[in-house]
């Protein structure tokens, strides 16, 4: 008789009651090394098919889009007008038929060779050369056609055959002329160019030589922004009180303002610079359900001196809200180029944003004892936790200017600004980030 192993029954539950804990300094060590490049690294795996499909769809659209403006143009080699269009743009009448009896044989009696002629007529000589002027290939056709004529039909014969019949009586006939319809070439030219068109010509372009104009423009702009801030500690130790922050902190809403002088020349290069001011609002919400309040009351005599003093000890529930202000000034030097379809102008601007003072102002948690604590760039006694100036930051934008009047154009231009430097100094122990998004309206006027 078989005896089974006391492993077997412990294999047959699949090790249910077996289970063991990971380590905590392991799931520690763990979460230490995920930072947020791998959190990223581990979502763009995630939607890596999705985003592959999406770049497929895009750059087949883009294909067929190039492919269809690069075809050539009716425009760019001559069209023989032959066929139905000729005849109609020509209007030259149908060829006119004369019914002519055969040559007669040599030797034949000159009598047999008089034979009247039936319903002869010709096309009139001004249609006939209208018609050569109008259509090359006509003309082939009469030249060649022109021995034959001549040999069947001779003034002579006419001139002197006697005609026992009476003369047909002839009236003219009013022939309308055609209909002129417009031509292929001629329809293909009357269509409008699209922006497409402007950028994907397949005429090539004259080589020009000049210097060219430029002309100066002053854009007014507002826009309301979209922020992305990103808390970083500098050490692992800070890693908690980053992450309490984040949880104290949101954001409200920001917006910026810019005036900018813009030097664009005639070929669509494009100097910007000027002045742009953003703000970010945050809001700070922190709440203490057992918060202790000392107070400490003392008891005086008649004559003014303290002879006790009491204690008091009041637990409760601390809120504090704050609304926090991160304000920026700003001087931009953008490259950009402009390209135009009617009244419609779209450009492609990128270059530096260069931060001239950065303030601040609010509250936020202190790294200490994780108490709110006050932070004023305009206080020196406050929490000494960020710059008074920022850097270098990235701008990249894409605008869209319609044309409203003569020197009147309306602007429209989503962009994005991004600060690579943190905010905050070294001796801080986290590092904080922004990145902005949002759109541009206002109006340019040249000057």
């Not at 050539?72 to 209007?91: I, W």
Request: glycine share 8%; aromatic share 10%; net charge positive.
């Amino acid at each position: 008789m078989n005896k089974h192993h006391p492993l077997d029954e412990v294999f047959r539950k699949r090790l249910r009651d077996l289970e063991a804990e990971a380590p905590m300094h392991l799931w520690e060590k763990v979460s230490q090394k995920r930072d947020w490049k791998h959190r990223a690294l581990n979502r763009a795996r995630q939607k890596m098919p999705v985003a592959g499909l999406f770049a497929a769809l895009v750059l087949a659209g883009l294909s067929w889009g190039v492919w269809s403006f690069l075809q050539p143009a009716l425009g760019s080699f001559p069209v023989p007008l032959v066929g139905p269009v000729a005849s109609m743009e020509t209007g030259t009448p149908a060829s006119h038929t004369a019914d002519l009896p055969p040559a007669p044989p040599a030797g034949a009696p000159e009598t047999a060779a008089r034979q009247p002629l039936a319903s002869l007529s010709f096309a009139p000589p001004a249609r006939m050369a209208a018609a050569v002027r109008h259509n090359a290939d006509n003309l082939a056709l009469l030249a060649a056609a022109a021995p034959a004529i001549q040999q069947a039909v001779r003034p002579q014969d006419i001139r002197h055959q006697p005609d026992p019949s009476p003369a047909p009586a002839l009236s003219p006939v009013r022939e309308e002329a055609a209909p002129a319809l417009p031509s292929a070439l001629e329809r293909h030219q009357k269509k409008g160019l699209s922006i497409f068109d402007g950028l994907f010509s397949p005429d090539p372009k004259c080589a020009e030589f000049g210097r060219g104009t430029w002309g100066f423009y002053l854009d007014a702009l507002l826009s309301p922004d979209l922020t992305f801030r990103r808390l970083q500690p500098r050490d692992p130790e800070f890693e908690e009180y980053a992450n309490t922050r984040e949880e104290t902190e949101s954001n409200m809403y920001a917006f910026s303002g810019a005036l900018r002088l813009s030097l664009v020349s005639d070929r669509g290069l494009a100097l910007r610079t000027g002045l742009n001011y953003s703000q970010i609002n945050e809001r700070f919400s922190f709440v203490n359900g057992s918060e202790e309040v000392i107070e400490t009351i003392n008891n005086y005599d008649q004559a003014g001196n303290i002879i006790s003093t009491d204690t008091i000890i009041k637990i409760g529930t601390r809120r504090k809200i704050t609304q926090n202000h991160y304000r920026m000034l700003d001087i931009p030097f953008l490259l950009g180029y402009e390209f135009t379809s009617g009244k419609l102008k779209v450009s492609a601007n990128g270059g530096a944003y260069l931060n001239l003072l950065f303030r601040q102002k609010g509250d936020f948690l202190s790294p200490g004892d994780l108490q709110p604590v006050r932070f004023d760039s305009g206080d020196p006694n406050a929490y000494p936790a960020f710059k008074q100036q920022v850097g270098l930051g990235w701008y990249g934008s894409v605008g869209f200017a319609y044309q409203m009047g003569p020197n009147l154009q309306l602007v429209v231009e989503p962009h994005v600004k991004i600060f690579p430097k943190s905010v905050t100094r070294e001796q801080y122990g986290v590092q904080q980030r922004y990145m902005t998004t949002g759109l541009f309206v206002g109006v340019r006027q040249r000057l």
